[in-house]
């Protein structure tokens, strides 16, 4: 649901060699579905929904000779900033597979009263946000209630499996399995910039999951919420 692996389109694979290594890894995982997710932010945001579009038909296409069973699909991790409501509604902006849903980050020392502005502002554009790998802002970890609050503005949650396993410390790692306990989380996602440092590996995490929290909600939020999501349905 969330990943860098689109060649040479952000900081995650630089080239199309880099991105199969991505795939490679992501396939033995066990992944079978990728969301390209590349940032719309700063320098990144030149880089058009065409130009991302043309590069994804190439990229589906080597994927396609060497594993026949992957899907692949488009969005981008939008990164809020206070032109972001104009730059969708212009279209410059990629949802996921051109659904409903966007997923929205934050800087990771953005305010509380930013991410509520970031999240209104997104759904008065007729989108639901995802926010991308709540784990990461300290507002939602210092703020007990943050997280209910933007659920029941009706956003979305998704965490990074790397948090949920503990790899970046016990609050962060805590504040996962809080929200997990509480099943408020929609999502969880690899994030995955290259094959070394933040991998495309989910298998592990999923385990865990699954063993702490059970099938039914393990399935949800590594399947069946992001196959909604890829096919625009409501959750
Ligand atoms: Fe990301």
């Known amino acids: 649901m969330h990943t860098h692996i ?18 490679r890894l992501a396939w033995k995982n066990g992944t079978r ?12 945001k030149t880089n058009t929904p065409q130009w991302h579009r043309e590069n994804l038909d190439i990229f589906r296409r080597m994927v396609a000779d060497e594993f026949p ?10 990164h809020y900033e206070i032109d972001l409501p104009d730059r969708v ?21 953005s305010l509380k009263s930013r991410i509520i502005a970031g999240v209104s502002e997104m759904i008065s554009c007729g989108l639901v946000p995802i926010i991308a ?9 210092a703020t007990e209630n943050l997280a209910d609050e933007v659920l029941e503005m009706g956003a979305l949650i ?15 790692h805590a504040f996962c399995h809080r929200l997990l306990q509480e099943e408020k989380a929609h999502f ?22 699954h063993k702490k929290y059970g099938q039914e909600y393990a399935a949800q939020i590594f399947c069946t919420n992001a196959r909604a999501v890829i096919e625009n349905r409501r959750m």
């Open 6 to 23: 689109l060649p040479a389109a952000d900081d995650g694979a630089q080239n199309m060699a880099d991105a199969m290594r991505m795939v």
């Open 188 to 209: 969880i996602a690899s994030d995955a910039h290259d094959v070394e440092h933040r991998p495309p590996q989910l298998r592990d995490c999923f385990l865990s999951v």
């Open 158 to 172: 998704q965490l990074n499996a790397d948090s949920v396993m503990g790899k970046h410390g016990a609050q962060v």
């Open 69 to 78: 069973d992957m899907e692949l699909y488009l969005g981008s991790e939008a």
């Open 133 to 141: 790998h709540a784990d990461r802002y300290e507002a939602f970890r």
């Open 33 to 44: 579905t990728i969301m390209l997710t590349p940032h719309y932010r700063g320098a990144y």
């Open 89 to 109: 509604m212009a279209g410059d902006v990629m949802t996921l597979n051109e659904s409903r849903y966007i997923l929205l980050e934050f800087s990771s020392i």
